[in-house]
T-cell receptor, first 119, second 114 residues
């Protein structure tokens, strides 16, 4: 079974530029998550989709970050304009379903991440 | 406010010995606890979990213990192997917005010395 795919793997941009990340979840997974992992920290949830609807985006800095999940499959995360503090690894994860009765159905599978460096 | 804390940034253990990784939490609403393992340049991989109604869960060389009254959990790896060298994240799950969401600790880097 193919895992969560992300691209690009690495990106270097200047501050105030824009950047977009792409994620393809595991086939059949209804829920998709975007996390930000700053160096030395654990992953922090930015936004959660169930199918193509947003479940929670309370920690997404909406003045510069946006995300969409068209047709309930692939997702893109965009930053515009980027700041120095956005330098981090952006992780995408997916799970079979949300709100399941057992954590097994909600086990999150992570992609390899995109390492963003803002200069 | 850090709700999930891993106070040891790193841990070195001899091959064949026990590795013990610790995690503390503050939010009583957490109902599942998970450990993820992360190798460099890869995403975190689910390792083992425990429900808040249990105090122990075992899977091969990996055992997680939960002390709910102390809001503390630990991951034991016995025996430790060089391939276990990775960063281990403790995560706690709580229902929010109708689904489970994870809160991660900062991670502990485990080095198993051959």
């Amino acid at each position: 079974e193919a895992g969560v795919a992300q691209s690009p793997r690495y990106k270097i941009i200047e501050k105030r530029q824009s950047v977009a990340f792409w994620c393809n979840p595991i086939s059949g997974h209804a829920t998709l998550y975007w996390y930000q992992q700053i160096l030395g920290q654990g992953p922090k949830l930015l936004i959660q989709f169930q199918n193509n609807g947003v479940v929670d985006d309370s920690q997404l800095p909406k003045d510069r970050f946006s995300a969409e999940r068209l047709k309930g499959v692939d997702s893109t995360l965009k930053i515009q304009p980027a700041k120095l503090e956005d330098s981090a690894v952006y992780l995408c994860a997916s799970s079979l379903q949300a709100g399941g009765l057992t954590v097994g159905t909600d086990t999150q599978y992570f992609g390899p991440g995109t390492r963003l460096t803002v200069l | 406010d850090q709700q999930v804390k891993q106070n040891s940034p790193s841990l070195s253990v001899q091959e064949g010995r026990i590795s013990i990784l610790n995690c503390d939490y503050t939010n009583s609403m957490f109902d599942y606890f998970l450990w993820y393992k992360k190798y460099p340049a890869e995403g975190p991989t689910f390792l083992i979990s425990i429900s808040s109604i249990k105090d122990k869960n075992e899977d091969g060389r990996f055992t997680v213990f939960l002390n709910k009254s102390a809001k503390h959990l630990s991951l034991h790896i016995v025996p430790s192997q060089p391939g276990d060298s990775a960063v281990y994240f403790c995560a706690a799950s709580a229902r929010k917005a109708g689904s489970y969401q994870l809160t991660f600790g900062k991670g502990t880097k485990l080095s198993v010395i051959p």
